[in-house]
């Protein structure tokens, strides 16, 4: 009589077949989902929710770096996203606190096109793009919030404000979460330096900037009679093409003016009511004079005016491109150089002055 016996490779091959795909599942869940992942990073002061709103793609957040005592307010971290198998676009942010000089949105080249930027319309001063983004502190907090150097921590000086900064590094972020991990993490920073608020909002609504169009050099930026004048047309170097307005926030427009030529030039005009920028503008500022009759202040591309709708901020600035060429084009001489900036200028303040009802001025 033969006995057969049960031949147990198949049921030994299947049962290491599905070990397998285990296996592949889950690394292919650690590494393309946030399964198991982190509540929170850098010390509690970036949620994993906004975190993963912001980057917003295929793969695995993690926190790579970070610097700061989660005890106090000041910090520097960065994040980032990445995928195994399927190709997903990386993405790295840092956020971080520091202190910026003035109103910087609207005169510095490293936040440059304030009109392509997006603005947080109520309870915070801030704006974002898909590179990166800002949120300013409460005024209580300038003093008591800095940046950090190596682990030496630089606080605001005369004229400097205190500020929440997100720069992405690899790929982009998603706008409306970015807001959101900017602004709790400005909460967070804020209750640590002891001058919490409650005018950050958890989910802050934006002002989104208009498509690029062809200017009007007539009306420019959408302002009537709003004109550049000769001295800053450099013909075939820097002349008006294409502009870019954001005025759907309550209290800030921008334009952007985008020039053809062979210097790549830019140049862009700012007008806003938010008090943050007004106070940050007039602190400690050397360039502004006071106007006659109690106006305000002025300088060559800055001016506070006392206006209808209370004090409003005017600002100019140039892209270095553009400077440059200006400076040649009037021989290097200083004197024209700052002449030829003032009087464009004075052509902004001129034309968007019964829009802000604020009082006709003469710059100094």
Same mark, same amino acid.
């Given at each position: 009589?033969?006995?057969?016996?049960?031949?147990?490779?198949?049921?030994?091959?299947?049962?290491? =077949?599905?070990?397998?795909?285990?296996?592949?599942?889950?690394?292919?869940?650690?590494?393309?989902?946030?399964?198991?992942?982190?509540?929170?990073? +850098?010390?509690? !002061?970036?949620?994993?929710?906004?975190?993963?709103?912001?980057?917003? /793609?295929?793969?695995?957040?993690?926190?790579?770096?970070?610097?700061?005592?989660?005890?106090?307010?000041?910090?520097?971290?960065?994040?980032? !996203?990445?995928? !195994?198998?399927?190709?997903?676009?990386?993405?790295?942010?840092? $956020?971080?606190?520091?202190?910026?000089?003035?109103?910087?949105?609207?005169?510095? =080249?490293? *936040?440059?096109?304030?009109? %392509?930027?997006?603005?947080?319309?109520? %309870?915070?001063?801030?704006?974002?793009?898909?590179?990166?983004?800002?949120?300013?502190?409460?005024?209580? +907090?300038?003093?008591?919030?800095?940046?950090?150097?190596?682990?030496?921590?630089?606080?605001?000086?005369?004229?400097?404000?205190?500020?929440?900064?997100?720069?992405?590094?690899?790929?982009?972020?998603?706008?409306?979460?970015?807001?959101?991990?900017?602004?709790?993490?400005?909460?967070?920073?804020?209750?640590?330096?002891?001058?919490?608020?409650?005018?950050?909002? /958890?989910?802050?609504?934006?002002?989104?900037?208009?498509?690029?169009?062809?200017?009007?050099?007539?009306?420019?930026?959408?302002?009537?009679?709003?004109?550049?004048?000769? /001295? $800053?047309?450099?013909?075939?170097?820097?002349?008006?093409?294409?502009?870019?307005?954001?005025?759907?926030?309550?209290?800030? *427009?921008? +334009?952007?003016?985008?020039?053809?030529? =062979?210097?790549?030039?830019?140049?862009?005009?700012?007008?806003?009511?938010?008090?943050?920028?007004?106070?940050?503008?007039? %602190?400690?500022?050397?360039?502004?004079?006071?106007?006659?009759?109690?106006?305000?202040?002025?300088?060559?591309?800055?001016? $506070?005016?006392?206006?209808?709708?209370?004090?409003?901020?005017?600002?100019?600035? *140039?892209?270095?491109?553009?400077? %440059?060429?200006?400076?040649?084009?009037? /021989?290097?001489?200083?004197?024209?150089?700052?002449?030829?900036?003032?009087?464009?200028?004075?052509?902004?303040?001129?034309?968007?002055?019964?829009?802000?009802? +604020?009082?006709?001025?003469?710059?100094?």
């Amino acid at each position: 009589m033969t006995v057969l016996v049960p031949k147990k490779k198949p049921a030994l091959i299947a049962a290491g =077949s599905l070990a397998v795909l285990a296996l592949l599942a889950s690394g292919y869940c650690w590494w393309n989902t946030d399964l198991l992942g982190a509540d929170s990073f +850098c010390g509690g !002061r970036l949620g994993s929710e906004e975190a993963r709103a912001a980057l917003d /793609s295929p793969g695995r957040l993690a926190q790579v770096r970070v610097q700061g005592d989660a005890r106090h307010a000041e910090f520097a971290c960065t994040l980032e !996203r990445t995928s !195994r198998f399927i190709g997903g676009e990386e993405q790295r942010v840092t $956020v971080r606190t520091t202190h910026e000089q003035g109103a910087f949105p609207f005169t510095t =080249s490293v *936040w440059k096109d304030p009109a %392509g930027r997006s603005y947080l319309t109520s %309870g915070a001063t801030g704006a974002l793009s898909s590179s990166g983004g800002y949120v300013v502190l409460p005024k209580a +907090c300038w003093s008591k919030v800095g940046g950090l150097q190596g682990n030496r921590v630089v606080r605001a000086g005369d004229g400097e404000v205190a500020v929440v900064t997100a720069t992405v590094e690899k790929g982009s972020a998603d706008l409306d979460g970015l807001a959101r991990l900017l602004t709790r993490s400005a909460r967070q920073v804020a209750e640590k330096a002891g001058c919490d608020t409650p005018a950050l909002p /958890s989910s802050p609504a934006l002002a989104a900037p208009s498509a690029a169009r062809p200017t009007d050099v007539q009306n420019m930026c959408g302002v009537r009679g709003f004109t550049l004048p000769k /001295s $800053v047309v450099l013909v075939g170097r820097a002349e008006p093409d294409t502009e870019q307005v954001n005025q759907g926030g309550p209290r800030t *427009w921008a +334009c952007d003016l985008h020039l053809a030529g =062979s210097e790549k030039a830019s140049v862009s005009f700012a007008a806003t009511t938010d008090t943050n920028m007004v106070q940050a503008a007039t %602190g400690g500022s050397e360039t502004l004079r006071d106007l006659p009759a109690d106006r305000g202040v002025a300088g060559p591309d800055q001016a $506070v005016l006392h206006c209808g709708a209370g004090d409003t901020y005017f600002a100019a600035h *140039w892209s270095n491109t553009y400077e %440059g060429a200006l400076l040649d084009s009037v /021989s290097h001489s200083a004197a024209d150089y700052t002449k030829a900036k003032k009087a464009a200028f004075q052509n902004f303040l001129d034309a968007t002055a019964d829009a802000h009802r +604020c009082p006709r001025v003469t710059l100094p």
